[in-house]
């Protein structure tokens, strides 16, 4: 069972209707669940309040024209009120149509470097993994190794990643003029950039990949590749026909997980960059982000941009879960 | 058995491999590990040279010393950014998983309604643009009174890890046997009760995982950290590019504060990490 199948048909409802008017099924309910509704609440609470709010201000935000300009703020005494007003769904039809002219650019970047950044790291991953399961010696050695981009926070694998792709005193220039070959500038052109946040996610990313899918091995029973082996199952066929389909519940939520997070990969790309970007390597989140704190604060767009990603990201996660409980069935 | 062995090796046991094999197999993770470990042993090798060692790398072995590592820990701010960060994060961490295992304890064992709409929920909040929350977030805290204190840097910490937690504790719950409940009602205790002195003792493994995620998450978070906060609140992520960032940017100064960041986080991590395998694999998977 996976969590994809536990629930066959989410729905993004959050109250279900059953509270409606009669006061008798009410407390009948409750008498029921107010045990189980009291151990959630601190849950419920704190996402409600910490999340829900936040967005449901957020996506009021995204009906107006609110930027830094015309916001409520304090200058000395005086206290300039807000003179921001609705606009009705104006942000996103510029967003949609593409008139403000990032969206589509940036959205085609972000679908490439999260699709690039995911198979990447799901393919290495799983390689790793596979070349762990099995008895061998020093393993463990290897195991604490490749575990360890993911136990040192990012922030500071990010940055030593800053310094080894300096142009001028970058450890990569020093061994590449070692061999001979003329200094590059790594972080230079915006391509070189989209590598190597690439290169940097995924150096951070494969471990959470490794052990997951390592797990995911070890729960698939032996006897399954001895009996493969018994009826002359080549190694491929054995990856494909045994590992593949027993590793499925663990792909499906690795990769679902892992979509996610690298399409609101945030920190590594701002952090690796800083300013020195031309702005063609800024996924929706980190272009969103900018449009929110640089120059004059959009909020308004700023948030539009945020409930668009969501609703991209809600779409997709509802469908790619039907799908694999379609598929599990 | 590697995709490698001849089909001569037939006369193998399985899980034996030929020298070929073997040699492939080490050196392949042998490079693996090398491309993990680098940038980190890096980052510590640098940290040893004087404070502008990291332009001049072939310098750092005739200059050997804890010079950077002094300024960071004696003359600097760090280490009240580390007593924050301790704070910060030990408190996420109580708070969090305690409610994440109520929580995830509920969902495993009780069917009610609005039992599917907080899985949903769960799983939607991780898909919260944080760069786009967080001007909401900020006038809410503002609102709140809770800006520059403790207190909103670890409600703000529990909403970006707890969903997750929740998740894998409901996962580990389920794998310890409902019998056990039972014995446990039949015995007189209430639901809590049972959760409390019975199966909490039991998932220990999961919540020892849990609860280093959700210390690693606010120890290393930087975002949050860095607009929420201001001067002697700092945590240690918001702290350390203050270094590169005054007036003459001390490189070497981060290093060494990056080194010291990373360490307690790696050496814990690397010691819970054999239960961060079934953790991860029962709370992903089992539904």
């Given amino acids: ?329 | 058995m590697s995709a490698t062995t001849p089909a001569g090796a037939r006369s193998r046991g399985r899980g034996e491999r030929g020298p070929a094999a073997s040699l492939a197999l080490h050196a392949t993770l042998l490079a693996a590990s090398a491309v993990a470990v680098f940038p980190v042993l890096w980052i510590v090798f640098i940290s040893f040279g004087p404070d502008n060692a990291w332009q001049q790398p072939g310098q750092v072995l005739h200059h050997l010393g804890l010079a950077n590592y002094r300024f960071v820990l004696l003359h600097s701010s760090f280490p009240r950014w580390m007593l924050n960060s301790v704070i910060v994060a030990g408190a996420t961490m109580v708070i969090g998983v305690l409610i994440a295992a109520s929580a995830g304890y509920a969902i495993s064992r009780m069917r009610f309604p609005g039992h599917r709409p907080l899985m949903w929920t769960f799983l939607v909040t991780q898909m919260f643009p944080v760069a786009v929350l967080i001007v909401p977030l900020y006038n809410l805290m503002g609102r709140l009174d809770l800006l520059d204190t403790y207190l909103g840097l670890v409600l703000v910490y529990c909403t970006i890890a707890v969903p997750f937690c929740a998740w894998m504790l409901k996962g580990y719950f389920d794998t310890i046997p409902r019998e056990i409940d039972e014995a446990g009602r039949v015995d007189g205790l209430t639901p809590f009760g049972t959760f409390w002195w019975l199966i909490l003792p039991l998932a220990r493994p999961g919540l020892a995982v849990t609860a280093f995620y959700t210390f690693l998450t606010a120890w290393g978070e930087v975002a949050y950290s860095s607009q929420f906060m201001s001067g002697a609140h700092y945590t240690l992520a918001a702290g350390l590019p203050t270094f590169a960032g005054s007036e003459r940017a001390n490189w070497g100064a981060m290093t060494a504060g990056s080194v010291v960041i990373a360490v307690p986080a790696a050496l814990v991590f690397l010691l819970v990490q054999r239960h961060l395998v079934t953790g991860l694999t029962a709370g992903g998977t089992k539904g």
């Avoid at chain 1, 606009?87 to 967003?95: A, E, K, R, T």
């Avoid at chain 1, 005193?169 to 061994?175: C, H, Q, S």
Wanted: with cysteine; glycine share 8%; proline share 6%.
């Fill in chain 1, 1 to 329: 069972m996976t969590t994809a199948t536990a629930e066959r048909a989410p729905r993004p409802a959050r109250t279900p209707g059953r509270a409606s008017g009669l006061l008798p099924s009410i407390r009948r309910a409750w008498n029921k669940h107010w045990y189980a509704w009291a151990m959630v609440a601190p849950v419920v609470i704190v996402i409600g309040v910490l999340v829900l709010y936040p967005l449901g201000y957020g996506a009021y935000l995204s009906l107006t024209n609110a930027t830094e300009l015309n916001s409520a703020k304090n200058i000395g005494p005086v206290h300039i009120p807000a003179t921001y007003h609705f606009v009705g769904l104006h942000n996103y039809w510029q967003i949609i149509s593409g008139r403000d002219g990032d969206f589509y650019p940036r959205l085609e970047w972000t679908v490439v470097w999260t699709v690039c950044c995911v198979a990447v790291t799901y393919s290495l991953g799983l390689g790793m993994a596979m070349l762990l399961n099995r008895p061998m010696r020093f393993r463990l050695f290897y195991r604490l190794a490749l575990i360890l981009p993911w136990a040192v926070p990012a922030f500071v694998g990010v940055f030593a990643w800053r310094l080894m792709f300096n142009s001028q005193y970058g450890v990569f220039n020093d061994l590449v003029t070692a061999v001979g070959l003329p200094a590059q500038d790594w972080l230079g052109t915006p391509f070189a950039q989209k590598v190597a946040v690439i290169i940097v996610n995924v150096w951070c990313g494969v471990p959470f990949m490794m052990v997951a899918t390592l797990g995911g091995l070890q729960a698939i029973p032996t006897e399954l590749y001895e009996a493969a082996e018994m009826d002359g199952a080549s190694p491929l066929q054995r990856f494909t026909n045994v590992t593949v389909p027993g590793l499925r519940p663990v792909t499906t939520t690795v990769v679902l997980l892992s979509t996610v997070w690298t399409f609101n990969m945030f920190p590594i790309i701002f952090l690796l960059l800083g300013n020195n970007t031309t702005g063609d390597t800024d996924i929706l989140v980190t272009f969103a982000y900018q449009k929110a704190f640089s120059g004059v604060s959009d909020y308004s767009g700023a948030a539009a941009y945020g409930i668009v990603i969501l609703l991209i990201l809600v779409a997709f996660s509802t469908f790619y879960r039907r799908r694999a409980a379609a598929e599990q069935s």
